[in-house]
């Protein structure tokens, strides 16, 4: 497949017909470790089984929660699959304790 036909399927996948941003809800103890999820509005990275807020200067702290806890997944759903198949996002999520 040709980076164009993947870079088409993920444009799908992250607005609709509007512009708009897609997303779906998922557990949050269900999702893999690199996705990006929204929690009261704001970005945060689901690694080490813990939630990081994104800012624009970096991660802050870790925050842990309820495996059962419903968000928001940012991350495409092709890309999820991806993560959960076992390819690791360089992220430095290694770095994040």
């Known amino acids: ?7 088409e399927i993920l444009h799908q996948e992250r607005t609709d017909k509007n512009g708009r941003k897609v997303t779906f809800e ?4 269900n999702l ?26 970096g991660y802050e702290g870790g925050v842990s929660f309820s495996e059962s806890t419903k968000v928001a997944v940012l991350t ?6 991806a993560f959960r198949s ?5 992220i430095g999520i290694r770095d994040l304790k």
């Open 26 to 29: 998922a557990a949050v103890g």
């Open 1 to 7: 497949m040709h980076i164009e036909k993947i870079d």
């Open 76 to 81: 495409p759903g092709s890309v999820v699959n």
């Open 32 to 57: 893999p470790d690199g996705v990006f999820i929204q929690m009261n509005g704001e970005p945060y990275l689901f690694a080490n089984k813990m939630i990081w807020h994104w800012t624009p200067f």
């Open 86 to 90: 076992g390819y690791r996002p360089q």
